[in-house]
T-cell receptor, first 117, second 112 residues
Framework: AQSVTQLDSQVPVFEEAPVELRCNYS??????LFWYVQYPNQGLQLLLK??????LVKGINGFEAEFNKSQTSFHLRKPSVHISDTAEYFC???????????????FGQGTTLQVKP | KAGVTQTPRYLIKTRGQQVTLSCSPI?????VSWYQQTPGQGLQFLFE???????NKGNFPGRFSGRQFSNSRSEMNVSTLELGDSALYLC???????????FGAGTRLSVL
């Protein structure tokens, strides 16, 4: 079984400051890792994914994340945030062995990023 | 290419009623998954359909059911609604063998 823990429920930050949203996972099997963003009254949009290869992955809107297998973490970072980044962010995992053949994602509880002017 | 389309966007029902939500996947996507999002429980996997068959199921009571049609469109049904069923219901689709899912905007269900 897999589980995902997002360590901060809310992260307030000033505009143009850097930010890190933390995600840890637990799994007995290899996993793929994802970050999704949800703007108010909208669905989920994929920010970035780690499937294999380089542990530093870059996504849309200037976000990046680093996969750390030994620490079972996949923290999301952005060097300079904008007001428009205010949203809820979800970390998710899927089972590598079954990922291609199942749509099941396990999500963390979400982190609300509040960017202040 | 059109994205995942969910209808309706908003629904208000009363306890004891039943409801049907619809999801049209991206063209060519045959896998459709459903998730429930609530403030207390977060995002939880309900079930997944592929080729008109349910092949994965989350830990929800039997009041939650679904189906998929030959054109890959999917519906989910909740019978005997309870107040706790108030949630945003999200649908996601993907290509078989791929690892990326694409989500619709969701249907917000309010049970009064």
């Amino acid at each position: 079984a897999q589980s995902v823990t997002q360590l901060d429920s809310q992260v307030p930050v000033f505009e143009e400051a850097p930010v890190e949203l933390r995600c840890n996972y637990s799994s007995s099997v290899s996993v793929y890792l994802f970050w999704y963003v949800q703007y108010p009254n909208q669905g989920l949009q994929l920010l970035l994914k780690y499937l294999s290869g380089s542990t530093l992955v870059k996504g849309i809107n200037g976000f990046e994340a680093e996969f750390n297998k030994s620490q079972t973490s996949f923290h999301l970072r952005k060097p300079s945030v904008h007001i428009s980044d205010t949203a809820e962010y979800f970390c998710a995992v899927s089972d590598v062995e079954r990922s291609g053949n199942t749509g099941k994602l396990i999500f963390g509880q979400g982190t609300t990023l509040q960017v202040k002017p | 290419k059109a994205g995942v389309t969910q209808t309706p966007r908003y629904l208000i029902k009363t306890r004891g009623q039943q409801v049907t939500l619809s999801c049209s996947p991206i063209s060519g996507h045959r896998s459709v998954s459903w998730y429930q999002q609530t403030p207390g429980q977060g995002l939880q996997f309900l079930f997944e359909y592929f080729s008109e068959t349910q092949r994965n199921k989350g830990n929800f009571p039997g009041r939650f059911s679904g189906r998929q049609f030959s054109n890959s469109r999917s519906e989910m049904n909740v019978s005997t609604l309870e107040l706790g069923d108030s949630a945003l219901y999200l649908c996601a689709s993907k290509i078989e063998g791929a690892n990326i899912q694409y989500f619709g905007a969701g249907t917000r269900l309010s049970v009064l």
